[in-house]
């Protein structure tokens, strides 16, 4: 597989999350071209600010390899990681992040800070806007959806 449709499989899971009116946020952790952790948005449902996409993803890819270091993964996540997702990404030392939306608020991969350039013990190779219009648009149609039903 190639990574759009590694990423085509997360904007899938940020597709289930917005249908239960949450962020559309999907993450895959994937390795040796498997994937082997997923996760979405869930903050809203399971009233806890920790589940965002990445961890969810993350902490199944832990569970289902049976260990926390996933030196050999990769991630795909449709929204440039938070402060405190890219903490996750760094210790849990994921190889290489793709990910779709710049998040000129709140990314901290390039947007707004640059955690993975910061001289952590592990520094994660990035590369973003993939499928970036795709991953935009989710987005942009939630947040248009919301205001809407709040007039």
Not at 9 to 17: E, R, T, V
Not at 81 to 102: E, Q
């Amino acid at each position: 597989m190639e990574k759009e449709d590694f990423m085509r499989y997360a904007l899938s899971l940020a597709k289930l999350s917005a249908e239960e009116n949450e962020v559309p946020i999907g993450a895959v952790v994937v390795c040796d071209g498997k994937i082997v952790g997923e996760g979405r948005n869930r903050r809203e449902t399971v009233k806890n600010a920790l589940h965002h996409a990445e961890i969810e993803a993350i902490d199944n890819a832990c569970k289902n390899l049976g260990g926390w270091r996933l030196w050999k993964c990769d991630l795909y996540v449709t929204l440039e990681p938070c402060p405190m997702c890219a903490g996750a990404i760094i210790n849990s030392r994921i190889k290489n992040v793709y990910f779709g939306a710049f998040d000129m608020k709140n990314g901290a991969v390039v947007s707004k800070a640059r955690l993975f350039d910061t001289d952590f013990t592990h520094k994660p190779n990035f590369e973003g806007g993939v499928l970036e219009s795709e991953c935009s648009v989710i987005l942009t149609d939630f947040f248009k959806q919301l205001r809407k039903s709040k007039e």
